[in-house]
């Protein structure tokens, strides 16, 4: 393909934005008009994004579509994007939530609708410029302009204690950003004292010589900045004030993708620039992988608010990614892809479907609800079946992405995957009780005897992802075929030989791992 198709995606929604600001907001006809752009040009943007499905070669592992052009060519600085099966479906996630969230928005946002399609647009592109990004200074740049429409979309049309909740995200997200800037310029340095050439192109950087203290190091940062964005345990704070406060259309953003941008991360970056590093950290990002999906799930079963208890829920969620991505097997880490997919489909359906019901009743408390599937039997409907797919039931999404962490994870260490299973248990648990609590039973709020059901556009933006949901839980190869070589190129690239005092052993093959002390590691190799 000679077009340059990855650049027509990552910078067709900033196209609409001149025609946006170009309209005067003073009647809703002329509100909506700017709400038809955004949708359009999004929907422009999936169409052409399909492009890539029907191009792509399943059987070669390295990067496809490349564009690469000079940029700043004294600092070794280009334009250099190209897509892999690591990042195939991220990217096809992102074209298709970004129009779903702008028709939930058509009568969510009504104050300041330029703006927030503006940011919406320039948010859209900013994430896929972060997932085909392979000049580590060009992905700086997408990752960190990324923030200030994400910052505005909770800061404007948040909720009450959205200045604070928007402050906080800000600030751990640059904090991190910032550490792995020093540490990017520190990498890049070191490839210039072993080759001579200063570059910041990804592909070079692979297979930097360091020294340990400093892969470890640098390992550290990268790790520190993308845990936040995962977020993983005790990283996640920020998230809950995010989630509650920002509109519904923030919250599927936020959690459908800028979520994923941690586990990419790890996945792209902080694993194969720094192998030995990751090696290290392995068992402690295991350990706290666990205990996020434990925490994460029984700190969501005693939420009041059904909106905190979802953003909970992604803590728990997340936690099982980041565990398939460290056992470091085959059906370990594209069972982590394809659950950070998942999690987008059903976590930001949850989102919409609460919004639905905040838009009709102005508030999310369990208790004001109760035996609404009388009054919204289609809501309820779709509502269990999200339910479903979020808990992993099979012949739903949810059910292929956990299995297969599950599996990769007790073939390397029974303990971890027993307790990572209890945090399906949990899920089950804190999900269902909700669902009891909110829809079955009498009514006894007369508030509710009023609500009514899905209109034509709900459901229109809420079936594609119900399709989805089966989709993937009755025919995951369809999406797993996307990504099989190139996983198993990125645990080749990241399978590293035991440190000594600290050995990791890991073997592709056989899908095992074991953290032995020293004494131990001596005795095997005697």
């Known amino acids: 393909m000679t077009q340059p198709i990855l650049l027509y995606i990552t910078f067709l929604p900033l196209i609409a934005i001149p025609f946006i600001m170009a309209i005067p907001q003073k009647s809703d006809a002329l509100k909506d008009v700017i709400r038809w752009i955004a949708l359009m040009i999004s929907v422009v943007v999936f169409f052409v994004s399909l492009r890539l499905y029907f191009a792509f070669d ?70 896929l410029g972060t997932f085909l990004a392979l000049d580590l200074f060009l992905f700086y740049v997408f990752w960190e302009i990324m923030l200030i429409p994400m910052f505005l979309i909770i800061g404007v049309w948040g909720g009450e204690r959205r200045i604070y909740a928007a402050v906080k995200f800000f600030l751990y997200t640059a904090v991190g950003s910032l550490l792995m800037l020093v540490c990017i310029i520190g990498l890049v340095y070191f490839h210039k004292q072993s080759s001579g050439e200063i570059t910041f192109n990804l592909l070079s950087l692979y297979g930097t010589s360091l020294p340990r203290i400093y892969e470890i190091l640098f390992f550290a940062a990268f790790a520190l900045a993308f845990a936040i964005k995962v977020p993983m345990f005790p990283l996640h ?213 009023l609500l009514k059901d899905l209109n034509l556009r709900e459901f229109a933006y809420l079936a594609p992802l119900i399709i989805l949901i089966f989709w993937i839980g009755l025919y995951p190869n369809f999406f797993l075929g996307k990504m099989h070589v190139s996983v198993e190129r990125f645990i080749r690239q990241v399978k590293v030989e035991a440190p000594a005092g600290h050995a990791i052993v890991r073997n592709i093959e056989g899908s095992r791992f074991t953290a032995l002390d020293l004494s131990r590691a001596k005795k095997q190799e005697r």
Not at 69 to 96: A, P, Q, R
Not at 296 to 301: D, E, I
């Open 58 to 127: 399943p059987s070669n592992p390295g990067f496809q579509f490349v564009e690469h052009h000079e940029w700043i060519k004294k600092y070794g600085i280009s334009y250099f994007m190209g897509l892999d099966g690591l990042s195939f479906w991220l990217v096809m996630l992102t074209t298709f939530l970004t129009p779903v969230t702008i028709i939930s928005t058509w009568k969510a946002i009504t104050n300041r609708v330029k703006e927030f399609m503006v940011a919406m647009l320039v948010l859209e592109s900013a994430m």
């Open 237 to 449: 704070t920020w998230l809950p004030d995010a989630h509650v406060e920002a509109p519904t259309a923030g919250s599927v953003i936020l959690a459908g993708i800028l979520l994923k941008m941690g586990t990419y991360g790890f996945i792209r970056f902080a694993m194969p620039l720094f192998p030995e590093g990751s090696a290290y950290f392995t068992p402690l990002i295991i350990v706290l992988s666990i205990i996020g999906i434990i925490y994460g799930a029984l700190v969501a079963m005693v939420q009041p608010d059904i909106k905190k208890l979802v953003a909970y829920s992604s803590v728990s969620h997340l936690g099982y990614c980041m565990l398939g991505l460290y056992v470091l097997t085959g059906q370990g880490v594209e069972g982590s892809i394809l659950q950070m997919v998942n999690h987008g489909i059903s976590t930001g359906a949850l989102f919409l479907l609460v919004g639905v019901i905040y838009e009709r009743r102005h508030t999310r408390l369990i208790e004001e609800y109760g035996g609404i599937a009388r009054v919204m039997p289609v809501y309820s409907t779709i509502f269990l079946i999200v339910t479903l797919s979020s808990i992993g039931f099979p012949t739903t999404n949810g059910f292929v992405g956990e299995f297969l962490i599950l599996l990769g994870a007790f073939k390397v260490n029974k303990a971890a995957a027993v307790l990572a299973a209890s945090g399906v248990v949990l899920g089950a648990v804190y999900m269902l009780w909700m669902v009891q609590r909110v829809f079955y039973g009498e009514i006894k709020n007369p508030k509710n005897l």
